[in-house]
T-cell receptor, first 115, second 111 residues
Framework: GAVVSQHPSRVICKSGTSVKIECRSL??????MFWYRQFPKKSLMLMAT?????????EQGVEKDKFLINHASLTLSTLTVTSAHPEDSSFYIC???????????FGPGTRLTVT | EDQVTQSPEALRLQEGESSSLNCSYT??????LFWYRQDPGKGPEFLFT?????EEKEKERLKATLTKKESFLHITAPKPEDSATYLC????????????WGLGTSLAVNP
């Protein structure tokens, strides 16, 4: 149980284009989903938190116009990196939790490379 | 300031050589402490949640314990497949939407 999928697992795009990453909870309803970035040898950095049907809450320093988050249903959240630049290259990971439980369950991650 | 520190940064063991990983934390009221395992190029895999001092949880060769200042992840008779980075995170009572992460311990188990 508590399986979260992400698609795509890897994506390479050209500078200036947009990329959409999907995060799905496969066997539970995710009332809250989270998006993280992870740099080599660094801890997970929370980018934003989204609740189903509500606008996402972004962490300080994260550009909401650049990283568009949609949580349209209890099983799907999307992250769109708009006008991507090489500095946006990173490992993006989503997680999901349900109801009053505190545990977050993570997807397998998406490696984004912007050329 | 809420903080999580994991030690050692890296650990190399021989197969069957038991050891412990440490996660020290300072938070303004602990809502929960979490252990995750992360393989290279993958997302973290949930292992345990501990809520209060004295609590212990086990799963196969892993056992997690909690005190008021730290948590230990004990690995008994590890196997090469236990090689991974082990991450610790805490949730404080004041802000229950954001986990505070340690940098992890990279464990390598040699056959």
């Amino acid at each position: 149980g508590a399986v979260v999928s992400q698609h795509p697992s890897r994506v390479i795009c050209k500078s200036g284009t947009s990329v959409k990453i999907e995060c799905r909870s496969l066997d539970f309803q995710a009332t809250t989903m989270f998006w993280y970035r992870q740099f080599p040898k660094k801890s997970l950095m929370l980018m934003a938190t989204s609740n189903e049907g509500s606008k996402a809450t972004y962490e300080q320093g994260v550009e909401k116009d650049k990283f568009l988050i949609n949580h349209a249903s209890l099983t799907l959240s999307t992250l769109t990196v708009t006008s991507a630049h090489p500095e946006d290259s990173s490992f993006y990971i989503c997680s999901a939790k349900t109801g009053v439980l505190y545990e977050q369950y993570f997807g397998p991650g998406t490696r984004l490379t912007v050329t | 300031e809420d903080q999580v520190t994991q030690s050692p940064e890296a650990l190399r063991l021989q197969e069957g050589e038991s050891s412990s990983l440490n996660c020290s934390y300072t938070v303004s009221g602990l809502r929960g402490l979490f252990w995750y395992r992360q393989d290279p190029g993958k997302g973290p895999e949930f292992l345990f949640t501990l809520y209060s001092a004295g609590e212990e949880k086990e799963k196969e060769r892993l056992k997690a314990t909690l005190t008021k200042k730290e948590s230990f992840l004990h690995i008994t008779a590890p196997k090469p497949e236990d090689s991974a980075t082990y991450l610790c995170a805490v949730l404080n009572a004041g802000n229950n939407r954001k986990l505070i992460w340690g940098l992890g311990t990279s464990l390598a188990v040699n056959p």
